[in-house]
C-alpha cells in the first residue's frame, strides 16, 4: 500500500526521485522556491496552467537530488482548493503507477501558504489522492519547514487520516484591565486558535446576563488546560481576594489539590519585568512562563503550544518524520 509520512526539513536535503515545486495559475513561484530555480537551474514553471494542473519533467543536470521535477498549480489568485490539491495528489501517485523508477516523491504543504488552506487539510488531500493512484511501493513525503507547524500536524495526525479528534480546550484566566494587556491576552488566545487550539476567554465567550461565578467554574472543570497569566494587578486581586478573581482561585486551587503533583493543566504566564512581583503566593510553586515582552515573542508562543498539546520539549524525544 503506498505510504504518506511528514518530514521535519527541506525537501531539497536529500535524494528523491520526483521533487514537487508549487506553482500558480499565471507562472509566479515563492521566494523559497525562485531561491532553488536558480541554484539548481531549474527551468521556470510555464504560464497558463491550471490549477490542480501538474507538469513533470526530468531534473537535468541535477539527478543527485531527484529524476524529475514536478511543478504542481497549487494557487489561483491568491486561493487553493481542497479538490484540487487531491488532484494534485493524483496525479503525483499515478506517475509512480506508470514510472516503476518513480518510488520516494518529495512536495512541500502545497496551498498552506500563498494558497491559504489549513496545514491539515492540505496534508489530508495530498494523503486522499496520492493513496488512491500510487504503485503500492511508493511513498509520498510531506517536508514541513516550520517545527511549529511540524509539531502541531504530529499531534493532529488523527485529522489528517480522516479520524476525528477534539481540539485542546484551553480556558485563559486572567485580571487585565488596561487596554495593552487586554490587547495582549486577546491576541495570544487568537495566536492559539490559529493553531488549532480552542482558546476560551471571557472576552469572546462570556455573554451578557450570563452568571459569572458559574460560567468560570464550568470553564475551569471542562478545560483541559488552564492559562493563569499573572501581572501585579492579577497577584494583587488573589491575595486581596477581589472580584471574579477570588472565585476563580478558589475553583483553581480546588482543582490543583485534586490533582497529582506532576500534572500539566495549569501553565503560569507571568507578565512583569520581575517574576516575582507577579507571581501569586499559591502559584509561587508552579514552574512559570515568564513572558514580559510582547505576545509576539515568537519563543514564548511556540513553547507555550507544544505545552499545550504534550508535544516533548526535549529534542532527544522528538521525530523528524512520522507516518500518515
Known sequence: MPSVKLRLGDMFDGPADLIVLPCSTVGTITGFVARRLVQHSIPHPQTGMALGEVEIVPFEGGEKIAQFVAFATSVHRYASSLKELKSIGQALGKFTAENASVKYVAAPLLGAGAGGIQSELVAAALREGFTAAAADDASLVIHVLHQEVYDRLKVNRRIIQGQPKDPVRVFISHASDTDEAVDWVKTLALYLIEQGIQ??????????????????????????????????????????????????????????????????????????????????????????????????????????????????????????????
Not at 238 to 261: C, F, K, N
Not at 312 to 320: A, F, G, K, S, Y
Open 199 to 324: 482558546a476560551r476567554l471571557d472576552r469572546f465567550h462570556l455573554r451578557r446576563g450570563m452568571d459569572k461565578n458559574h460560567w468560570m467554574t464550568n470553564e475551569i472543570a471542562m478545560a483541559r488546560k488552564v492559562i493563569v497569566v499573572c501581572d501585579e494587578r492579577y497577584k494583587a486581586r488573589v491575595e486581596g481576594r477581589v472580584g471574579g478573581v477570588a472565585w476563580e482561585t478558589m475553583i483553581i486551587q480546588g482543582d490543583i489539590s485534586s490533582l497529582p503533583p506532576d500534572t500539566t493543566k495549569y501553565q503560569v504566564v507571568v507578565r512583569t519585568s520581575e517574576i516575582e512581583r507577579g507571581l501569586p503566593m499559591y502559584l509561587k510553586s508552579r514552574y512559570a512562563f515568564h513572558a514580559p515582552g510582547p505576545v509576539q515573542d515568537q519563543a514564548f508562543r511556540e513553547e507555550l503550544v507544544k505545552e499545550l498539546l504534550d508535544v516533548p520539549i526535549d529534542p532527544t524525544l522528538e521525530m523528524r518524520e512520522f507516518s500518515l
